[in-house]
Structure formats: structure tokens, C-alpha cells
């Protein structure tokens, strides 16, 4: 996805929890900026990942460059494709 990669891990253990994992590096910008992707990233995976994620698996989302200014909406839709993606 143009606005950040997602990365599931199945644990292969019987905890059926949903987990989830947030990095953005210092290439897309200062930390005001990661901090703000981050923030982002935390309320689309709170609104979206218990609906449409994998049981037992962790879920990585990687913050890119494109990301910082893109559209909450879009960002919601992108996460939406890339778990049917992976599912």
C-alpha cells in the first residue's frame, strides 16, 4: 500500500488474541511527524483490526514516506484491502 506495508505473522500458538505493531523510522520525517503517522496508524487498527484481522496473528504496519499526508479515509480503505489481501 502507498501509505505503509503490512506485515501478519501467524504465532501458530492457541491464543486466539489479536495483536498489533506500529513502526515508522526516521526516514519519514522528524518525530512530531512519526509521532503523528503513529497516532493515525493506532486509531485505524482500533476501529478496523477486531472486525477484519486474523485471529492468533500479529499485525506490522510499517509507516512510509507517503503515508504522512495521505487521507485518514484512504488509509482506512488501504488497511481494509491489504487484510483482504493477506486473508
Known sequence: MPGFV????????????????????KKVGNAVVR???KRRFRELVRAILPE?????ADHILIGRQRGIDRDFAKLGDELFAALDRVS
Open 6 to 25: 503490512l506485515l501478519v505473522h501467524d504465532r501458530k500458538d492457541d491464543d486466539p488474541a489479536i495483536r498489533f505493531g506500529l513502526t515508522v523510522s
Open 35 to 37: 509521532n503523528r503517522m
Open 52 to 56: 477484519r484481522g486474523i485471529a492468533g
